[in-house]
């Protein structure tokens, strides 16, 4: 059985969110703008791995007390072991944890795969960006997350504690 971890996303794995994220989107983010994600103190990016080697991530910035989520991708070979669930749960997680109060996002009208998911994590749909993305003009879904689980500040390993 394999061994399935979720962990902080480091710099020696940009290369393989960046191979993840080129298998799974249409317009995929450019390799530095992960190594950049990986040095932003305003982001937290999570990877879910199977025996070491990175096959899930999820990025979240934070902007005050609101997680943004970036990109949730799950390697194409890898899909339907639930993983995509896992790395949700465990981003929402994280976000309460680094005291978070609501998260959003945006996502295709037409990925009903994704929407599933995020419904599944108690997102809510709230409104509609016309032609948010560049690649054919299509609309996003604006979903949202009020209900946050409760947080433990003490499990975020980058946050900054004042004594």
């Known amino acids: ?94 976000a309460a944890d680094s005291g978070m109060t609501f998260m959003s996002l945006e996502c295709r009208r037409s990925n009903v795969v994704a929407q599933n998911l995020y419904h599944g994590a108690g997102f809510i749909d709230v409104g509609f960006r016309k032609r948010y993305y560049s690649d054919n003009n299509e609309d996003a879904l604006v979903m949202a997350l009020t209900q946050m689980p409760e947080g433990n500040p003490d499990n975020d390993p980058t946050l900054i504690h004042e004594d």
């Not at 080129?22 to 040095?39: H, M, N, Q, V, Y």
């Not at 949730?72 to 669930?85: D, E, N, Q, S, T």
């Not at 949700?88 to 994280?94: A, E, N, R, T, Y």
Request: hydrophobic share 50%; with cysteine; glycine share 6%.
């Open 1 to 94: 059985m394999a061994e399935i971890i979720t962990r902080l996303m480091t710099a020696a794995d940009v290369d393989a969110v960046h191979e993840i994220d080129l298998a799974s989107f249409a317009i995929p983010w450019t390799r530095d703008a992960f190594a950049r994600e990986a040095e932003n103190n305003c982001a937290r990016y999570l990877v879910l791995c199977e025996d070491g080697v990175p096959v899930a991530y999820a990025g979240v910035w934070f902007v005050l007390d609101e997680g943004q989520i970036t990109n949730i991708a799950v390697h194409p070979a890898k899909r339907g072991l639930g993983y995509g669930k896992r790395i949700v749960k465990d981003l929402i997680q994280l």
